[in-house]
């Protein structure tokens, strides 16, 4: 008889979590991932980017949240006959402060009644704005050949306006609550500025410094959530 009881229990709490959502209204992230400078620079480099965040869910699907961002940018080539024709290299051992949103599948979707919405109600979109501080560390500024150096700034601050694509994947705990979040993202960062990779010159022969510099970060974490109960 226990087991008969113990049975229909879970198939009520099973049946439950299709009808509501348990979730905290806190939580706190750590991403890693790997980044791609877009600038002034033809040669690619990707580097790394760790990210912190702490966000507040208005709902289970929307939240607004600040994220802290550090990690290393870096392009170009020093190389005799390399990939910069200039030899010129960067390394921007940069840091970035955010405020933003994001709004998920779930949210805008009757998910429960399709299988395949279900298990995608976590893809989201978000957009926010920032400070994104830049330091070169080191730069080539003077070309060897010619003597001429490349203007730009070593160290500088720009706006920063993050817009961010991909999808939670929700780990509930005992009570039904959602207690951790997996988390794939991708990050395209523009900047109002050229102080991504210190050099504001278009000595590639094309109009790069017309466009803002940008970079991109593909990332996973884990969010842990906590704090006050919400009930959806």
Same mark, same amino acid.
């Given at each position: 008889m226990k087991k008969v009881l113990l049975l229909i229990t879970c198939c009520f709490f099973v049946a439950k979590s299709y009808s509501q959502y348990n979730y905290y209204r806190l939580s706190g992230g750590l991403n890693l991932g790997a980044n791609t400078a877009f600038a002034d620079l033809q040669k690619k480099r990707p580097a790394q980017t760790i990210t912190a965040s702490l966000d507040y869910h208005?709902?289970?699907?929307?939240?607004?949240?600040?994220?802290?961002?550090?990690?290393?940018? &870096? $392009?170009?080539?020093?190389?005799?006959?390399?990939?910069?024709?200039?030899?010129?290299?960067? =390394?921007? =051992?940069?840091?970035?402060?955010?405020?933003?949103?994001?709004?998920?599948? $779930?949210?805008?979707?009757?998910?429960?009644?399709?299988?395949?919405?279900y298990a995608i109600r976590g893809l989201y979109g978000g957009l926010g704005v920032g400070i994104i501080k830049n330091k070169m560390d080191p730069i080539v500024r003077i070309q060897p050949v010619t003597n001429y150096k490349f203007p730009g700034d070593d160290s500088s601050t720009n706006i920063v306006i993050p817009i961010n694509t991909g999808i939670n994947f929700n780990i509930l705990d005992r009570w039904g609550y959602t207690r951790f979040i997996?988390?794939?993202?991708?990050?395209?960062?523009v900047t109002i500025g050229e102080g991504l990779d210190g050099y504001n010159? &278009?000595?590639?022969?094309?109009?790069?410094?017309?466009?803002?510099?940008?970079? $991109?970060?593909?990332?996973?974490?884990? =969010?842990?959530?906590?704090?006050?109960?919400?009930l959806y």
């Open positions: 208005l709902t289970p699907f929307m939240s607004v949240g600040l994220e802290y961002q550090n990690g290393t940018l &870096a $392009g170009g080539d020093s190389v005799l006959n390399g990939a910069d024709v200039h030899r010129r290299y960067f =390394k921007n =051992k940069y840091s970035s402060f955010t405020v933003g949103g994001k709004i998920q599948l $779930g949210q805008l979707v009757d998910f429960e009644s399709s299988n395949i919405l997996f988390n794939l993202n991708y990050q395209l960062n010159d &278009a000595s590639n022969g094309k109009a790069w410094s017309s466009i803002p510099d940008m970079y $991109g970060v593909a990332s996973a974490g884990i =969010k842990i959530c906590f704090g006050p109960e919400g």
